[in-house]
T-cell receptor, first 116, second 116 residues
């Protein structure tokens, strides 16, 4: 069964420092992976996805993620954090269901707090 | 434009009320989704429509009744809800649901539902 784990409930980082939000996955077949961000009382905003190709995926707002097949990881990174990056981040993996339909399985979420 | 709109933003209802949540997208997407999200938790998939037909029902109680009147609109009819149904209800859409790698799901801002 497909699953995704975000091992950290919260990540704290100082503004201007690099940030990493961790995600590991378990899938059968090809992994299709996504990162979303959620600000308070808002919907989820798409950041980036890995479908195939380069292991380093670049996304919105300066975020990038590195796909590592041997470690089954898809960590989200940013070279220099901003206070405005403080939000809840979700990693998600595609799961195939009956009928060949795609659905997303979300991790528990990681709260990122960037301090001035 | 990757906008999904949802109305109302907030809804308070009693356990005997009937209400509806509305979702609209004009991106030409053929798959639309309803998610339920409790505070500080990941979204949980409820229903998926593909080409205006119900494709996935994640064993949701019958007090939630989805409807897809056309390819741009998705409704969620609510009746006889319980206080534990209070949550943020998110709508999403994507280009296509089945037959290949998953397309990006784009989320609306959500409806904050409180059941008294």
């Amino acid at each position: 069964a497909q699953s995704v784990a975000q091992p950290e409930d919260q990540v704290n980082v100082a503004e201007g420092n690099p940030l990493t939000v961790k995600c590991t996955y378990s899938v059968s077949g090809n992994p299709y992976l996504f990162w979303y961000v959620q600000y308070p009382n808002r919907g989820l905003q798409f950041l980036l996805k890995y479908i195939t190709g380069d292991n380093l995926v670049k996304g919105s707002y300066g975020f990038e993620a590195e796909f590592n097949k041997s470690q089954t990881s898809f960590h989200l990174k940013k070279p220099s954090a901003l206070v405005s990056d403080s939000a809840l981040y979700f990693c998600a993996v595609r799961a195939l269901v009956t009928g060949g339909y795609n659905k997303l399985i979300f991790g528990a979420g990681t709260r990122l707090a960037v301090h001035p | 434009d990757t906008e999904v709109t949802q109305t109302p933003k907030h809804l308070v209802m009693g356990m005997t009320n009937k209400k509806s949540l509305k979702c609209e997208q004009h991106m030409g997407h053929r798959a639309m989704y309803w998610y339920k999200q409790k505070a500080k938790k990941p979204p949980e998939l409820m229903f998926v429509y593909s080409y205006e037909k119900l494709s996935i029902n994640e064993s949701v109680p019958s007090r939630f009744s989805p409807e897809c009147p056309n390819s741009s609109l998705l409704n969620l009819h609510l009746h006889a809800l319980q206080p534990e149904d209070s949550a943020l209800y998110l709508c999403a859409s994507s280009q296509e649901l089945a037959g290949g790698p998953p397309d990006t799901q784009y989320f609306g801002p959500g409806t904050r539902l409180t059941v008294l």
